[in-house]
């Protein structure tokens, strides 16, 4: 019997009834389609610089740190946003601030495509960076409008775009950067930007439900705070060192802040995040599992195009080009494309909790072979491949355990909280691929390049998260609370049956 996913949660705060009438609904398959396309650009947004980096200094007259805030200030806006604009949709109304988010990505991307100066594009890529929150905004939605027996496949959909959209990003931005003005890329993205603008308006509806109660500034600010200095400590620190008074301050600020703000957290009305929910053992154990699948997912994607691009003179590169070194990519985000209905169909069948496994599974075994097989083209593409084949169904699977455990009125909030754990999991992974990479280096063909036993390492680290991940997975719970009403269940059986 399946594992249930609740509507309603009336151990939580309900929802405040409909506010307005609901507009006539497009047909399923359109807005699904609209909101996993918008997922799928913003995706694209957060890794659309990295074969530009090492161009960067040469183009701009920036420094190479300087430059690295090209991935950086994407990462922390989108940590502060993400969940922030999720608990605005869920009060104010998710369409509007969906729309509100591709608006700023195309500010964003015409600030990137107007100028070359180091600080004007730091800034545009902020605002790119903010507008990660599409995908969470894109979940609440589909979980609003979408017929229950919809709910599971889409939603998994959804979730997915953020593997699909890196893994397609860079291949499409590194056959730019070698044959067009770099500029050319923000221009295109302004473009989709503006076309997801129109299609939204077009195709999704705005949901009348609403949560209760006030929006908690204060929350969102101290959140920020917290995470401004973890993430701050976090992906600079190898350039500060990391036994550097800053780093270490930074790090002890986001403790002290997080405290702090944890019991404002639990003492105000409306917060900006409800502790209590998110420290039920579903939603929890859920949120770890995200930042550790993150982890394992994005170590694929840094050490990979690297890897290939590393002259044949150590041993183990291929010396291919930047272009070849991205299509490496491209099989693992078609396959995302094609497992998301599948894990979809096994979290229908099986629970999510079971799919997640699954994926925990796979996702070590893809780096079982990446550390076994790293000297051939074709065996790194399949090792990639089955990486991105497991974080395509963790992805799916994230979000319905997710919505499991909180009420309906909380989903964006809830699902955006759970991809800032992706995020944070990105960052500590950026961090550790960085620091072994620089330091387990050896002199080939007259330059410094890291050493074969130091990308090995990265696979053992990424597997060894994928690892951990099944097994806080095995730790959750397997039947969730008694519920009104479920999402994603089959539609022969009743909507009240619990999962087992």
Not at 16 to 25: F, H, N, Q, R, S
Not at 173 to 194: I, P, Q
Not at 460 to 467: D, I, P, Q, S
Request: proline letters at 6%; charged letters at 10%.
């Amino acid at each position: 019997m399946s594992e249930a996913i609740p509507v309603t949660d009336p151990a939580g705060p309900p929802a405040d009834p409909p506010t307005e009438p609901a507009a006539e609904a497009p047909h399923p398959r359109f807005l699904v389609a609209v909101l996993a396309f918008c997922g799928v650009v913003v995706a694209v947004m957060q890794t659309l610089v990295v074969p530009l980096l090492p161009h960067i200094p040469g183009l701009t007259g920036a420094t190479p740190t300087a430059a690295s805030w090209l991935v950086t200030v994407t990462l922390l806006t989108g940590a502060i946003c993400t969940p922030v604009l999720g608990r605005v949709g869920d009060m104010y109304g998710k369409r509007r601030v969906l729309i509100a988010s591709l608006g700023v990505l195309a500010a964003g991307s015409v600030l990137c495509a107007v100028s070359s100066h180091i600080g004007v594009l730091i800034a545009g890529r902020a605002l790119q960076g903010a507008a990660l929150a599409v995908v969470p905004l894109g979940i609440s939605i589909m979980r609003d409008e979408l017929a229950p027996e919809r709910v599971l496949s889409s939603v998994a959909l959804m979730s997915s775009t953020l593997g699909i959209g890196a893994a397609v990003g860079l291949p499409v931005a590194a056959l730019v950067v070698e044959h067009y003005d770099w500029h050319t890329m923000f221009w295109a993205s302004a473009a989709l930007g503006l076309l997801d603008i129109a299609l939204v308006l077009l195709c999704v509806p705005e949901s009348p439900r609403r949560s209760h109660g006030r929006f908690d500034a204060l929350g969102a600010l101290g959140l920020s705070a917290a995470l401004v200095s973890l993430l701050l400590a976090v992906t600079q620190g190898g350039d500060w060192g990391w036994t550097s008074v800053r780093t270490l301050g930074l790090l002890l600020l986001a403790v002290v802040i997080g405290l702090v703000w944890g019991r404002y957290e639990l003492r105000v009305t409306s917060p900006m995040v409800d502790l209590r929910v998110s420290a039920r053992p579903t939603v929890l154990l859920t949120n770890i599992a995200a930042l550790l699948i993150g982890f394992a997912f994005y170590a694929n994607s840094l050490s990979t195009a690297q890897m290939v691009q590393e002259p044949k003179a150590t041993g183990y590169g291929l010396g291919a080009s930047i272009v070849v070194s991205g299509l490496c990519l491209l099989p693992g985000g078609l396959s995302m494309v094609a497992l998301s209905p599948v894990s979809a169909r096994i979290s229908t069948t099986y629970g999510p909790r079971t799919t997640l496994a699954l994926a925990s599974g796979i996702l070590a075994v893809g780096y079982g072979v990446r550390f076994f097989t790293s000297h051939r083209l074709w065996t790194i593409i399949l090792g990639a491949t089955v990486v991105a084949a497991g974080t395509a169904i963790a992805y799916s699977a994230l979000p319905a355990l997710v919505m499991r455990g909180v009420p309906v009125g909380e989903t964006g909030a809830a699902n955006g909280l759970n991809t800032l754990m992706r995020s944070v999991g990105q960052a500590f992974c950026s961090a550790a691929v960085a620091a072994v990479l620089a330091h387990m280096t050896f002199e080939a063909g007259g330059r410094t390049a890291p050493t074969l036993g130091a990308y090995l390492l990265i696979f053992v680290l990424a597997g060894t998260a994928a690892l951990l991940a099944l097994a806080v997975t095995l730790c959750l719970p397997r039947r969730p609370g008694r519920t009104t009403g479920t999402v994603g269940t089959d539609p022969a059986k009743s909507l009240a049956q619990e999962g087992t």
